[in-house]
């Protein structure tokens, strides 16, 4: 904690600053006197660097929306159905698109190899994996060697998955770690907006031929590639590499992309004591795959257990929201209203991704603005009134007559919905969890959620479809009720991690009450000196007490 200085005691009334004391609200005194005055500029020369680096990072979010949406799209073309003999919604229909999930879940076991090779060589390996994939996906004959290389693709696709989100949370300085990192998932559209045009426009120029659903195959291949090629040549995670006892590394990066160049910066110091100090508690790193297994790390602590308990949440949340069965009707409602052309149908999943990727985008900066238990808990509560909007349209459009009015209510609701999931979950999807965990957890705690995830994700491939063909639109009903429990579940027990440094997450879950400890202000006296060469900052000390 920096004490006020006395700047005027050798100073001439004339001469002599204005020094104004003012009075706000922190989550840490520390953080918020190693600041100061000297906030590291957000496009300083370091930063700007950062931000190049994390783009190519980005593309990795691609991966998971690319193929969520050619699948979906392709299934579509007759072209593919006669290539493989899909004549009919089948079981092998069901496999080509389960055995993502199901990979998913596999992959999962080999997360350690983010402890065990550095972020940056995991994401390299998992790119470099999801190629080969792609090139057997698309040289494919036969339906068996199509199904696994959609599972080599998946497989990979989730240890590079895994890997950037942890190195994105672990290189974003703290003020920004919300946006700099949450930018991340919303790239899930665009991997979608590409994909979708890509069979728009090949079934527009290729209708009756296999290059139709070959071509959106291969261009899979584009975003991975490009990280595969360039990943090696970012550098590492501060955090890992402190725990590979190369802390002078460590410092060089805080220095040049955290404090922009600013070796004496205090920012420097303290990132670097606090990282230490949570290796230290800790144990270090998990590396031998057979630890990395025992997933008793996870919950011998209440401490562990509260933040396993939150990985668990976030991740069925994310995908078990309503979001995967939002837009079951779409086809039949925009049939009501007089679409009916196949490209016609393409072009609309296209405009649902680019205003879901606005959405994201915007919602991932409103994170660092409002917090993130305000934004998830906002998006829950939206997301309920949707879809209790969406079943009465739905159902009016079912039971009284197709009108076009209730199924064009229908589409805006289905639109409304995705934008309202997007702002709040996309982007945190991959980061809260990673945010809650401690350092050592990090990797197991996001196989963890990798597995709920795909575990949620393939009840809803299965169990979904089944529940709409029978009940219909009710089963919106269910969402808006399970909905208002994952409100509930957020109020009660989810942490804010806005505003502190990942090690200072520690002192919040060794709280009695981590939720209430998370949000709890103190109260500080900043001591401002005001004179020619402008505003500057000379002390910030806490106050007695503080308010929740």
Same mark, same amino acid.
């Given at each position: ?57 980005? @593309? ?158 291969? @261009? ?329």
């Amino acid at each position: 904690m920096a004490a006020p200085q006395d700047v005027s005691a050798a100073q001439s009334p004339a001469e002599r600053p204005q020094v104004i004391e003012t009075q706000r609200s922190v989550a840490n005194v520390e953080f918020a006197s190693a600041l100061g005055s000297n906030r590291p500029a957000p496009f300083g020369p370091g930063h700007r660097r950062l931000y190049a680096y994390c783009l190519l990072i980005y @593309l990795c979010s691609t991966m998971n929306g690319y193929d969520g949406s050619l699948m979906g799209s392709i299934n579509a073309l007759p072209e593919y159905n006669r290539f493989f003999n899909l004549s009919a919604p089948g079981v092998s229909t069901g496999l080509v698109f389960s055995i993502f999930q199901i990979a998913q879940m596999a992959g999962a076991l080999f997360l350690w190899t983010s402890d065990l090779l550095g972020r940056r060589r995991a994401i390299f390996v998992g790119t470099l994996g999801c190629c080969v994939g792609v090139i057997v996906q698309g040289t494919a004959t036969t339906l068996p060697t199509f199904i696994g290389a959609r599972f080599l693709i998946s497989f990979f696709t989730t240890i590079a998955c895994t890997g950037a989100p942890l190195y994105l949370i672990e290189v974003a300085p703290p003020l920004y770690r919300g946006t700099l990192a949450g930018m991340y998932n919303t790239l899930y559209y665009l991997g979608s907006i590409i994909s979708s045009f890509a069979v728009y426009g090949t079934r527009g120029n290729f209708a009756g031929s296999n290059l139709a659903w070959r071509i959106p195959v291969w @261009l899979q291949l584009l975003c991975p590639a490009l990280v595969a090629a360039g990943v090696l040549f970012l550098p590492e995670s501060p955090r890992w590499l402190v725990a590979q006892d190369r802390s002078d590394e460590a410092r060089d990066f805080l220095v040049r992309y955290h404090a922009n160049g600013d070796a004496e910066h205090p920012i420097v110091e303290l990132e670097m004591r606090e990282m230490r100090e949570a290796l230290a508690s800790s144990g270090g790193l998990v590396t031998n795959p057979l630890r990395y297994l025992d997933m008793r790390g996870l919950g011998n602590t209440r401490n562990r257990r509260y933040r396993t308990g939150l990985v668990v949440a976030m991740s069925w949340f994310g995908q078990f929201s309503g979001n995967n069965v939002a837009s079951y009707y779409l086809p039949q409602m925009a049939q009501a209203v007089g679409v009916t052309r196949t490209e016609t149908l393409l072009l609309l999943n296209a405009i649902y991704s680019i205003t879901g990727w606005i959405a994201a985008a915007t919602g991932a900066r409103l994170h660092d603005v409002f917090g993130r238990r305000p934004m998830l808990l906002a998006s829950t509560l939206g997301m309920s009134v949707a879809l209790a909007c969406m079943a009465a349209a739905a159902g009016t459009y079912t039971n009284g007559g197709h009108s076009t009015a209730a199924s064009t209510a229908s589409i805006a609701f289905i639109y409304i919905f995705g934008m309202v999931f997007a702002v709040g979950y996309t982007s945190m999807q991959p980061i809260y969890p990673a945010e809650v965990l401690a350092t050592d957890m990090r990797a197991r705690g996001m196989a963890v959620k990798w597995g709920t995830a795909g575990a949620a994700g393939f009840v809803n491939t299965f169990a979904a479809p089944v529940a709409m063909q029978r009940i219909g639109w009710r089963f919106y009903l269910f969402f808006v009720g399970w909905d208002l429990v994952e409100a509930a579940v957020i109020y009660i027990f989810f942490v804010e991690t806005k505003g502190r440094t990942l090690e200072e997450m520690d002192e919040v879950f060794e709280a009695p009450n981590p939720r209430k400890a998370s949000t709890k202000m103190k109260r500080v006296r900043e001591t401002v000196v005001m004179d020619e060469l402008g505003r500057v900052v000379v002390g910030v000390e806490e106050e007695d007490g503080g308010k929740a």
